[in-house]
């Protein structure tokens, strides 16, 4: 069986192709502001060059957030068209939940932590005691000066995001817990085991139902929220 | 030759099968009214979130109502050059994405070229040359066509689209999005007359045009009266600067009609359906001895059929585009060259 996963959610952009014992290929690189035009390209010579065609695929997988709205959008609606025209399965993968995969076996929580700007991170809280993690708290988006009060025991943070509580949070919460190295992508080898992780719990869906996750309003949405509540306010 | 046309400029996720150009096989539209209804206007990022999520049901819809699947289509158009760039970004992706699984052409369109092919798809023996007038709530220019895809700018605005200043005083009188259909309809029951609105630019020489002013004018007169506690009558208000900018619109278009000597206009775009500027070109025209041409209703506001049809005639001249292709937000309005003979 062979997995083909595409990460579009940061600035780097990887497209792995593999099956449960072996990564056939794998092409990381720089996607600043170009997920659209490189992500094609990318994925023909990696075809081209691991010998492979899109029909050998069995299982589609795209990361679905949190992380870059437009870099995720344009993953996710290039792997359920290919989908939709092959009729394949699509596993949606959760950054948050990949970054966990780095640390198994691992005795403390594991957070994991990817910036959200604003100075906010979106992050997840999991028990990576065997060889796959467990979520224990579900995805959200928090301010990075209330994160310090989620922590209440020694534990391991890891995700870009550990960058932006270096800059902005008090040293106390630094010198208490363990800061894994600073991966600033989602490996290959990752994406494919989590992509087989998730296939095998039946997490896949249809090109129609795959739909990206960002925790995170729009302006829009915000101002229109704060807007209404002053409105309210002034009407009590 | 089918092709599947996709079209995501700003709120709309569309895709149509057209085949040779002409023959609309099926012109599928999902709005997304409901999502900015709130807002009193397009929210760009809340575009781009619905069009990921239904684009796909789209296509599927286009393909079933025309009785065909992906292994029938011959090459995929898609609007890569105008619009909202988020929008754009969805159905970029999606027409690369299909055309690279199906190893079909992938053509990308420019959204305004695709506002003047609406008028050749239904009129495919429309004759050469012709000025068209674009207009909606995202562009507002005058084009002289020459041939499939030799064209002259004449004209454009230099802030507001027509479309835009409808949607905007919509919003100030509270009325729903998009304003063009409502202001229409509650027009026709006021006196264009009762309000004497200024017609922006409307002895210049030049064919460009500027409704900013315009809108101002309206909104300046509302806030005097709810001042000064008087009430006004809504239908004379949306009347009177209904008829302004139609003024414009028709005066400017005529006039660039007249200047080039051609025998044809053409009007197409979102405001293209409203029904007192139809009618008034249809009877200046008629004064004037050239024939006008609006593209059916359902063609007026964004549609993949227009991006298909302009995709079938890009095809025949020998172009298709590379799977780096990009999305742009306002890519200028570009000749290529004409077909062979």
Same mark, same amino acid.
């Given at each position: ?27 990381? @690189? ?12 990318? @994925? ?42 092959? /009729?394949?399965?699509?596993?949606? @993968? ?36 065997? /060889? ?13 000066? +209330? ?12 995700? +870009? ?14 010198? +208490? ?45 915000? /101002? ?13 | ?43 760009? &990022? ?6 990921? &999520? ?7 819809? $286009?393909?079933?109502?025309?009785? #065909? ?18 929008? #754009?970004?969805?159905?970029?992706? $999606? ?32 004759p050469f040359p012709f000025v ?12 002289l066509v020459e ?5 002259q700018?004449l ?20 009325? &729903? ?53 008087? $009430?006004?009558? #809504? ?19 005529v006039r660039a009609a007249n200047d080039t000597g051609v025998s044809a206009i ?22 004037i001895q050239k024939a ?14 227009? #991006? ?25 309005? &570009? ?7």
């Amino acid at each position: 069986m062979i997995i083909l996963v595409v990460d579009t959610s940061g600035d780097k952009g990887t497209i792995a192709i593999g099956s449960r014992s072996r990564i056939f290929g794998e092409i990381s @690189l720089d996607m600043t502001m170009s997920h659209l035009p490189k992500t094609i390209p990318t @994925l023909d010579y990696l075809l081209h060059s691991s010998g492979m065609s899109l029909s050998q695929i069995d299982i589609l997988s795209v990361v679905t957030g949190p992380g870059s709205w437009s870099g995720i959008r344009i993953g996710v609606t290039l792997i359920k068209s290919i989908a939709h025209v092959l /009729n394949k399965p699509i596993v949606p @993968l959760c950054s948050l939940d990949v970054l966990a995969f780095h640390l198994c076996w691992t005795h403390m929580p594991v957070y994991t932590l990817i910036d959200a700007a604003r100075k906010q991170i979106y992050y997840a809280i999991y028990s990576c005691k065997q /060889n796959t993690p467990v979520r224990i708290h579900e995805p959200e988006l928090i301010s990075i000066q +209330n994160f310090s009060s989620k922590i209440d025991c020694p534990s391991v943070l890891i995700g +870009n995001g550990v960058l932006l509580l270096q800059k902005h949070s008090e040293k106390e919460l630094y010198n +208490n817990h363990f800061m894994a190295p600073y991966y600033h992508s989602l490996p290959a080898m990752l994406l494919v085991k989590a992509g087989f992780y998730f296939y095998d719990k039946n997490f896949s869906v249809h090109a129609h139902d795959l739909i990206p996750l960002y925790l995170q309003q729009s302006d829009a949405e915000r /101002n229109f929220d704060i807007w209404q509540k002053q409105d309210l306010k002034k009407g009590s | 030759m089918l092709i599947l046309g996709i079209e995501t400029a700003c709120d709309d996720s569309a895709a149509a099968i057209v085949q040779n150009g002409h023959l609309i096989l099926s012109n599928i539209v999902w709005g997304q009214k409901e999502v900015h209804k709130r807002f009193g206007g397009v929210v760009p &990022e809340l575009a781009a979130r619905r069009h990921t &999520e239904v684009i796909t049901h789209v296509i599927q819809e $286009s393909l079933d109502q025309a009785g #065909i699947t992906f292994q029938d289509i011959d090459a995929i158009a898609v609007n890569s050059m105008r619009g909202l760039i988020r929008s #754009i970004v969805v159905g970029v992706s $999606s027409a690369k994405a299909i055309a690279y699984t199906l190893n079909k052409p992938l053509i990308g369109v420019h959204h305004i070229e695709g506002h003047i092919y609406s008028t050749i798809l239904q009129y495919p023996d429309m004759p050469f040359p012709f000025v068209c007038l674009t207009v909606s709530g995202g562009h507002n220019m005058i084009i002289l066509v020459e041939d499939h895809g030799k064209y002259q700018v004449l004209g454009q605005t230099h802030d507001d689209a027509a479309g835009e200043a409808f949607d905007k005083i919509a919003k100030l009188l509270s009325l &729903e999005y998009p304003g063009g259909p409502i202001i229409d309809k509650i027009a026709k029951q006021g006196n264009p007359k009762a309000f004497d609105f200024p017609r922006p630019m409307i002895h210049r020489s030049d064919y460009d045009f500027s409704f900013s002013g315009l809108k101002t004018a309206v909104m300046q007169t509302v806030d005097k009266s709810q001042k000064q506690n008087i $009430s006004i009558h #809504i239908p004379d208000l949306l009347a009177s600067f209904q008829q302004a900018v139609i003024d414009v619109l028709v005066s400017k278009t005529v006039r660039a009609a007249n200047d080039t000597g051609v025998s044809a206009i053409a009007v197409a775009g979102g405001v293209s359906a409203n029904s007192l500027l139809r009618t008034t070109f249809t009877q200046v025209a008629n004064t004037i001895q050239k024939a006008v041409f609006f593209p059916d209703i359902s063609l007026c506001t964004d549609n993949g059929a227009m #991006i298909a049809a302009l995709g079938y005639y890009r095809f025949r001249s020998g172009f298709t585009s590379q799977m780096t292709l990009d999305a742009q937000s306002n890519k200028p309005l &570009e000749s290529w060259s004409v077909l062979p003979s």
